[in-house]
Nanobody, 126 residues
Framework: QVQLVESGGGLVQAGGSLRLSCAASGSIFNTYHVGWFRQAPGKQREFVASINWTSRSTDYGDSVRGRFSISRDYAKNSVYLQMNSLKSEDTAVYYC???????????????????WGQGTQVTVSS
């Protein structure tokens, strides 16, 4: 069982930056594919970014590509989401998710992940 804890959310002005962290229990997390999703009120959960276990493969949703960056720190069993040039439409609860396997056809889908964190709120004021 992998437990995920997100942190780093908060209130920021448009154009600002935040870095979200996803910390996991156990080093087995370092072998997992990890994704970030977000969900705004009244909307479906949306894929933001993902990273494979070697960090050699990353993927981004169209709305964040070029502004967000995903990375991982194996020593800390953590994955980060650096968010720059934030916009009001980035306001959402952000979730970290993990899967022991990488299945390319579903890594952008919530069904592609087995473990989820509780989420962290990001609010961007315009």
């Amino acid at each position: 069982q992998v437990q995920l804890v997100e942190s780093g959310g908060g209130l920021v002005q448009a154009g600002g930056s935040l870095r979200l962290s996803c910390a996991a229990s156990g080093s087995i997390f370092n072998t997992y594919h990890v994704g970030w999703f977000r969900q705004a009120p009244g909307k479906q959960r949306e894929f933001v970014a993902s990273i494979n276990w070697t960090s050699r493969s990353t993927d981004y949703g169209d709305s964040v590509r070029g502004r967000f960056s995903i990375s991982r720190d194996y020593a800390k069993n953590s994955v980060y989401l650096q968010m720059n040039s934030l916009k009001s439409e980035d306001t959402a609860v952000y979730y970290c998710a993990a899967s022991p396997t990488t299945i390319e056809t579903i890594i952008r889908l919530t069904t592609g992940y087995d473990y989820w964190g509780q989420g962290t709120q990001v609010t961007v004021s315009s």
